[in-house]
């Protein structure tokens, strides 16, 4: 497995590996849903890249950048035992030197929410994707649906800007209790860990009304905002029943529906998601033309 930093050692690096490689973007801390990400890298491509690179330009002010958890050696130890070709650990500076001035924006589906309540997060995320994009020059790229409006806006991303890239979007890896992994799940203290699984709660609830043909948008949101409302250590930011495709919030009966919601337990902000209605609960991988 080969590490490089620089964007001259990953060009070489690039270079040396077979064009249909399979790239899994990341910010590190990796945990078993990253890895699910790299085991489905590794069956659909000749050879896989991973990048770690804690990206400063999404997160806002009074987010956690400065204490996001980091450990490179760790990391590296999972991915050379996953089998991984090759890791790009870039700088800040590699990544924004000093002059630098280009975003990359997608605009409707960035709005509701995550992009309501993180400003500026979304611009940081399409913008960094891209970069790593182009170094990387994957054939096919890999993204968990428990970041569901992520997945969404890079697909449309790279729809958009014409980019010869397959978007594969993998299911939500779990601990056994529900609750999704995440890196951020080691700021919880035992007690709000076990508070936390209270989202899966409310998704698995609105999913039996689902099921059970009680399939109105504002009662799915009200059956998930009940199961919130009995744990006192949550703080719920938004509950939604969303169209999968265009973000909006659905009203009446819904066929497929993007059930979603942010969620503090302490001072940690937790996302989780159930996509009702498509095969397997993920997005449908998007291929461009021409690459199918
Ligand atoms: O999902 C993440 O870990 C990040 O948003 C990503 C895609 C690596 C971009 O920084």
């Not at 078993?32 to 000749?46: F, I, K, T, Y």
């Not at 605009?107 to 399409?126: C, I, K, N, Q, W």
């Not at 409006?149 to 299911?171: F, H, S």
Request: hydrophobic fraction near 40%.
């Amino acid at each position: 497995m080969q590490v490089v930093t620089t964007l001259d050692e990953l060009r070489r690096a690039r270079a040396a590996l077979p064009a249909t490689l399979g790239f899994v973007p990341t910010m590190g801390y990796l945990h078993a849903g990253h890895l699910a990400l790299v085991d489905c890298a590794r069956r659909e491509n000749p050879a896989v890249a991973v990048s770690i690179f804690v990206n400063p330009t999404q997160f806002g002010p009074n987010e956690d950048l400065a204490r996001y958890p980091r450990d490179l050696d760790r990391d590296l130890r999972l991915l050379r035992e996953a089998g991984v070709d090759l890791v790009w650990t870039p700088t800040p500076e590699v990544m924004y030197p000093p002059g630098y001035q280009t975003w990359v924006e997608v605009s409707d589906l960035t709005r509701p929410l995550e992009g309501a309540r993180r400003p500026g997060h979304f611009r940081g995320v399409t913008t960094v994707v891209t970069k790593l994009f182009a170094g990387v020059q994957p054939r096919r790229a890999y993204f968990g649906q428990k970041d569901a409006q992520q997945a969404r806006v890079i697909q449309q991303m790279t729809r958009d800007l014409n980019l010869p890239i397959e978007i594969v979007v993998c299911p939500t890896v779990r601990e056994p209790d529900g609750l999704a992994m995440s890196s951020r799940n080691t700021y919880l203290t035992p007690e709000q860990r076990r508070a936390a699984t209270v989202l899966y709660r409310a998704l698995q609830a609105a999913q039996a009304e689902y099921d059970a043909g009680r399939r109105d948008a504002a009662h799915l949101r009200a059956t998930m905002q009940a199961v919130l409302d009995a744990e006192p250590l949550a703080r719920p930011q938004y509950v939604s029943c969303a169209d999968p495709d265009t973000l909006q919030e659905l009203d009446g009966p819904v066929d497929k529906a993007l059930l979603s919601m942010a969620v503090f337990v302490g001072e940690t902000r937790l996302i989780d998601n159930l996509l009702l209605g498509y095969p397997g609960g993920v997005y449908p991988r998007y291929v461009p033309p021409g690459l199918d």
